[in-house]
């Protein structure tokens, strides 16, 4: 299955939740794929930094939902924030991994899920988080995005995408820094809170 038919099936089903995802080509991909969520997604710039800042939102934010959009490389270097999670049990976060077995933003060599041996479903369980899958078609996918969206525990599915990357697709007309103020300035909007509070420079 592709990541972006993955992303789509992801994004009818979200509304008002909060979104953070990985560098790569997967940025552009759901950019597109999620127009409605454009406010409300976050890309984060650092391998292994995606899971634990959809964390921190949703521990700073327990009655929304946050999701979390992972890689595979992303999520090797940091596989701590998995007995993490499953410490703190987080009710209210659903963590997607897109595994192509690569790291496909620096020209595609191959991670270590590439050899079939590594599990990061398995490994998220032996962490003792008790709801972690690996989906292997479009159907399952949309089914553990059912579960992990509705979940009172923290939910992982590894979703094992090809490694292509969708063919058309607009870059976003934004940087890092435009970004970050989008998602900020949504977040205050919706939880009727301030976060940054007025510029200092005009």
């Not at 899958?133 to 923290?154: K, M, N, S, Y």
């Not at 940087?175 to 510029?199: C, L, N, Q, W």
Request: aromatic share 6%.
């Amino acid at each position: 299955m592709t990541r972006y038919d993955c992303m789509r099936a992801l994004a009818a089903r979200l509304s008002d939740e909060l979104i953070i995802l990985s560098l790569g080509g997967s940025v552009d991909e759901w950019y597109d794929a999620a127009p409605h969520m454009r406010a409300a997604s976050l890309f984060q710039q650092q391998l292994g930094c995606v899971t634990p800042q959809a964390f921190g939102l949703a521990a700073g934010l327990p009655h929304r939902r946050i999701v979390s959009l992972d890689t595979d490389g992303g999520l090797l270097f940091n596989l701590g924030i998995l007995a993490t999670l499953a410490n703190e049990r987080p009710r209210n976060l659903f963590v997607v991994v897109w595994d192509n077995e690569r790291y496909q933003s620096i020209g595609g060599p191959p991670t270590h899920t590439a050899k079939g041996l590594v599990d990061l479903a398995a490994m998220a369980r032996g962490a003792g988080i008790e709801q972690a899958h690996t989906a292997r078609d479009l159907d399952a996918f949309d089914r553990h995005c059912v579960e992990g969206l509705a979940a009172q525990e923290p939910y992982l599915v590894v979703a094992k995408v090809d490694g292509s990357v969708r063919a058309g697709i607009r870059r976003k007309h934004s940087d890092g820094r435009e970004d970050k103020y989008i998602f900020v300035r949504h977040v205050e909007a919706t939880e009727g809170i301030t976060i940054m509070g007025p510029s200092e420079h005009n």
